[in-house]
T-cell receptor, first 116, second 116 residues
């Protein structure tokens, strides 16, 4: 498995502000992913973050709104910029880890953001 | 388009009875298939996956899933449900091509409620 730590675990944010979420993995991984889970909804991929290159964003997500850093093979950050109540969601970091039985994608505990 | 369907928003079962949570997918090729569980106020926990080989896959907490290629299904099962199994269950598929498409496509989730 993988140990994935996210900070903050929860926060209440003011409209118009920005918040950076950190994701730390217990060992080196090539690919890290950021997902969003809006209230009562399923998970949607925001972007894929590879070390040494710009993140790859999914349709509907842009770098100006969700800038991502990937400074090394165990760490990534996601910033939610200029927040509005519609950004209230759980943001989950995940990693793709190769094991003896192929690749498995593991998730952190999530960062629960409420924008007021 | 690639998609995952979980036709039941909620499944109710009595403790001790067998449970099934349904999942069907629409992906070309031979995808990787996953089940995750989300307990209240928690992130996603990996339960099991199918990549290749035996169609019956065993995972955590006594859960198993059966891959049926002809029906493009990957239903989650457990012979005897526990109240503690009550949670939100997500089926996910990863298309069989690597690189930027390592992302998971999630179903909408099924809430499992086990009554004592």
């Amino acid at each position: 498995s993988a140990v994935i730590s996210q900070k903050p675990s929860r926060d209440i944010c003011q409209r118009g502000t920005s918040l950076t979420i950190q994701c730390q993995v217990d060992s080196q991984v090539t690919m890290m992913f950021w997902y969003r889970q809006q209230p009562g909804q399923s998970l949607t991929l925001i972007a894929t973050a590879n070390q040494g290159s710009e993140a790859t964003y999914e349709s509907g997500f842009v770098i100006d709104k969700f800038p991502i850093s990937r400074p090394n093979l165990t760490f990534s950050t996601l910033t939610v910029s200029n927040m509005s109540p519609e950004d209230s969601s759980i943001y989950l970091c995940s990693v793709d880890r190769l094991g003896t039985e192929g690749n498995t994608i593991y998730f952190g505990e999530g960062s629960w953001l409420t924008v007021v | 388009a690639q998609s995952v369907a979980q036709p039941e928003d909620q499944v109710n079962v009595a403790e001790g009875n067998p449970l099934t949570v349904k999942c069907t997918y629409s992906v070309s090729g031979n995808p990787y298939l996953f089940w995750y569980v989300q307990y209240p106020n928690r992130g996603l926990q990996f339960l099991l996956k199918y990549i290749t080989g035996d169609n019956l896959v065993k995972g955590s907490y006594g859960f198993e899933a059966e891959f049926n290629k002809s029906q493009t299904s990957f239903h989650l099962k457990k012979p005897s449900a526990l109240v503690s199994d009550s949670a939100l269950y997500f089926c996910a598929v990863r298309p069989p091509y690597g690189g930027a498409t390592n992302k998971l496509i999630f179903g909408t989730g099924t809430l499992l409620a086990v009554q004592p």
